[in-house]
């Protein structure tokens, strides 16, 4: 569909006049009512009646119509023009701080993304726990953030990105036995988890905690990637992302251990402050919800 036919109909609808919709187009008036006997031709209605006399020429019931979808279509047409005027204009540096169950999954292909939209921009990336990154938000060091939220702050824009479900893995050599057990089982294990400051092991150590008996003993992590190399060397049981695992479980090196609890699964946000108003990092954040999405619905 013609775009300046469209245009033509809402200036002709706007200002109740060939002429004066001529002039602000700066054509003639004859080539304004071809474009719009061409457009009625298009749609098959007839959308004004035409000019009698002096009188404001006014749309058909079916131009009244048809107006709003008009105008809202381009109404997106332009701003799909900034948005690629705009982001490919961008240029300077963009600070992002990364969980690193995001790192291990699709954070190549949010990078591969950013630049084909932002070509002239460069990346600093920092993997960190959420809770450095919370900070570096917070005091403006980090543009935008992929962790684990949302941050609670009212300057702070948190979009919802995608979750990751956690499960206890474990070596075959330490010969857990194969059914449902009590976390009693698992504490004569070291615990491998998370980091001491995030959320996954603020969870796991309190769950412990109300066990009676023998505490456990945790051996925390900042390297999820530690944590897995832990784990295949039969040090302990181990709390991991399952897409960290899949892998490890199907070859047979880790063993996925059925429990009768299992931690909370991760829900992860792109978080970025909007005090100062930052346009760079508020595109980069629906470029990475575009890419999570798109990563669920794949795993799905």
């Given at each position: 569909?013609?775009?300046?036919?469209?245009?033509?109909?809402?200036?002709?609808?706007?200002?109740?006049?060939?002429?004066?919709?001529?002039?602000?187009?700066?054509?003639?008036?004859?080539?304004?009512?071809?474009?719009?006997?061409?457009?009625?031709?298009?749609?098959?209605?007839?959308?004004?009646?035409?000019?009698?006399?002096?009188?404001?020429?006014?749309?058909?019931?079916?131009?009244?119509?048809?107006?709003?979808?008009?105008?809202?279509?381009?109404?997106?047409?332009?701003?799909?023009?900034?948005?690629?005027?705009?982001?490919?204009?961008?240029?300077?540096?963009?600070?992002?701080?990364?969980?690193?169950?995001?790192?291990?999954?699709?954070?190549?292909?949010?990078?591969?993304?950013l630049h084909n939209e932002m070509p002239k921009l460069?990346?600093e990336l920092t993997v960190e726990v959420t809770t450095?990154?919370?900070?570096?938000?917070?005091?403006?060091?980090?543009?935008?953030?992929?962790?684990?939220?949302?941050?609670?702050?009212?300057?702070?824009?948190?979009?919802?990105?995608?979750?990751?479900?956690?499960?206890?893995?474990?070596?075959?050599?330490?010969?857990?036995?194969?059914?449902?057990?009590?976390?009693?089982?698992?504490?004569?294990?070291?615990?491998?988890?998370?980091?001491?400051?995030?959320?996954?092991?603020?969870?796991?150590?309190?769950?412990?905690?109300?066990?009676?008996?023998?505490?456990?003993?945790?051996?925390?992590?900042?390297?999820?990637?530690?944590?897995?190399?832990?784990?295949?060397?039969?040090?302990?049981?181990?709390?991991?992302?399952?897409?960290?695992?899949?892998?490890?479980?199907?070859?047979?090196?880790?063993?996925?251990?059925?429990?009768?609890?299992?931690?909370?699964?991760?829900?992860?946000?792109?978080?970025?402050?909007?005090?100062?108003?930052?346009?760079?990092?508020?595109?980069?954040?629906?470029?990475?919800?575009?890419?999570?999405?798109?990563?669920?619905?794949?795993?799905?």
């Amino acid at each position: 569909m013609n775009y300046k036919r469209l245009e033509t109909f809402v200036w002709v609808a706007s200002l109740g006049s060939f002429r004066k919709a001529a002039e602000r187009m700066h054509t003639t008036q004859p080539a304004i009512s071809a474009r719009i006997s061409a457009l009625e031709s298009e749609l098959g209605v007839k959308l004004f009646e035409r000019e009698v006399g002096s009188a404001p020429i006014a749309l058909t019931a079916k131009g009244k119509d048809l107006l709003p979808y008009v105008e809202k279509i381009l109404y997106q047409s332009e701003q799909l023009r900034k948005r690629a005027e705009s982001t490919t204009a961008y240029s300077g540096v963009i600070r992002i701080g990364v969980s690193e169950t995001i790192a291990h999954t699709w954070l190549s292909t949010f990078l591969s993304r950013l630049h084909n939209e932002m070509p002239k921009l460069d990346v600093e990336l920092t993997v960190e726990v959420t809770t450095v990154l919370s900070a570096g938000i917070k005091d403006r060091s980090i543009d935008l953030g992929l962790l684990m939220g949302p941050i609670n702050e009212p300057s702070i824009v948190n979009l919802d990105l995608c979750t990751f479900s956690l499960s206890w893995a474990a070596s075959p050599a330490l010969n857990l036995p194969d059914r449902l057990l009590y976390l009693e089982e698992l504490s004569p294990w070291p615990i491998i988890s998370y980091a001491r400051n995030s959320k996954p092991y603020a969870e796991i150590s309190q769950k412990f905690r109300e066990l009676e008996g023998q505490p456990a003993h945790f051996f925390a992590s900042t390297s999820l990637a530690a944590c897995r190399s832990l784990a295949l060397d039969a040090v302990g049981v181990a709390t991991m992302p399952d897409v960290m695992i899949e892998q490890d479980i199907q070859a047979g090196t880790l063993k996925r251990i059925r429990a009768i609890w299992t931690p909370s699964e991760l829900k992860f946000t792109a978080s970025y402050s909007d005090e100062p108003f930052n346009p760079i990092a508020e595109v980069a954040a629906k470029i990475a919800v575009e890419t999570a999405n798109e990563y669920s619905n794949l795993k799905a």
